[in-house]
């Protein structure tokens, strides 16, 4: 199956999506992820494991050169990401947690089959918003993806709707308080 475009979205102090003070982007656009076995009949899409393992390596190093070039502090970025975004956000958060402060995931898959491993997340936030109709998502893959961060000793705020794979504009208000209390203030 071929990769679906994907933004992944740090945010720090400003403003932007969803309009929320100190929040500015950090984007890294065009990361792809591959998909394997989807089929019409089931709708069951499933990651390209070690796929994703590169391209989040390849995100972690555009963060740490941003960070640099932008004197960005470590652990102040908070990853949005929605589908394929938010699945390469995930990952980021497991394989690269000094990186951030948290993720909003938006429609999000679990990354790893296995789990995410022996990663400390504590004081890490994670929004998890996945819809209840969502034909690529199912109910099961967000409570794991919920369970998995949370014994990695996240704080997981589940924002379930009634939709598909979609991003819920019902919730921007909820989103936008989320990012602003994960944001940490400038130092």
């Given amino acids: 199956m071929e990769p679906e475009p994907t933004s992944t979205i740090c945010y720090r102090w400003a403003q932007n999506w969803p309009r ?5 982007p950090l984007a890294a656009r065009s990361l792809r992820a591959r998909c394997r076995g989807s089929s019409a009949a ?14 989040t390596d390849e995100l972690a190093a555009f963060i740490n050169a941003a960070s640099s070039a ?10 949005v990401g929605f589908s394929n975004g938010a699945n390469i956000a995930s990952s980021l958060l497991a394989r690269h947690p000094h ?5 909003v995931l938006i429609a999000a898959m679990v990354p790893y089959r296995g789990g995410i491993g022996e990663v400390d997340l504590t004081d ?4 998890i918003v996945n819809g209840t109709h ?3 998502v199912s109910t099961e893959d967000t409570s794991d ?3 998995q961060f949370r014994n990695a000793g996240a704080q997981v705020s589940v924002l ?3 939709g598909g794979h979609a991003i819920p504009t019902a919730l921007y208000s909820e989103l936008r308080g989320f990012i602003t209390a994960t944001t940490p203030p400038p130092v």
């Fill in 99 to 103: 990186l951030l402060a948290g993720a």
């Fill in 134 to 136: 969502d034909q690529l």
């Fill in 20 to 24: 929320t003070p100190r929040c500015s």
């Fill in 124 to 127: 890490k936030r994670v929004a």
């Fill in 145 to 147: 993806l919920t369970t």
């Fill in 160 to 162: 379930g709707h009634d």
């Fill in 42 to 55: 089931s709708r069951k899409v499933v990651l390209d494991e070690d796929d994703l393992r590169e391209r």
């Fill in 70 to 79: 932008y004197a960005i502090e470590p652990g102040s970025l908070i990853a």
